[in-house]
Nanobody, 121 residues
């Protein structure tokens, strides 16, 4: 079971990027999905999360109103639409998932490999 993140890159301040993260493997279900980020020299911080039934999406205050988290349950994929990007959004972004394994229905927390977002002119 793994998470594969993509969509990072270099963008100017005020620009937009869309990150994707797909879960693959012997999966029964993907429960909570979230995004974290780690800026150079700083600790990893939570950015956004979304529940399986999409009834609840939550955001860190620093990104509220600019970022939108969504998911496609059929594809076990989570997205992070990032608008009005600021230089302080520069970080490696990681996806995180609570996954139920098909083989024994255990819950497993899985991290993606990270994708770099650089906001700079």
């Amino acid at each position: 079971v793994q998470l594969q993140a993509s969509g990072g890159g270099l963008v100017q301040p005020g620009g937009s990027l869309r990150l994707s993260c797909a879960a693959s493997g012997n999966i029964f279900g993907v429960n909570k999905l979230g995004w974290y980020r780690q800026a150079p020299g700083k600790q990893r911080e939570w950015v956004a999360g979304i529940t399986r039934n999409i009834a609840s999406a939550n955001y860190a205050d620093s990104v509220k109103g600019r970022f939108t988290v969504s998911r496609d349950n059929a594809k076990n994929t989570v997205f992070l639409q990032m608008n009005s990007l600021k230089p302080e959004d520069t970080a490696v972004y990681y996806c995180n998932a609570d996954i139920t394994l098909a083989e024994d229905y255990r819950s497993l927390e899985v991290w993606g490999q990270g994708t770099l977002v650089t906001v700079s002119s």
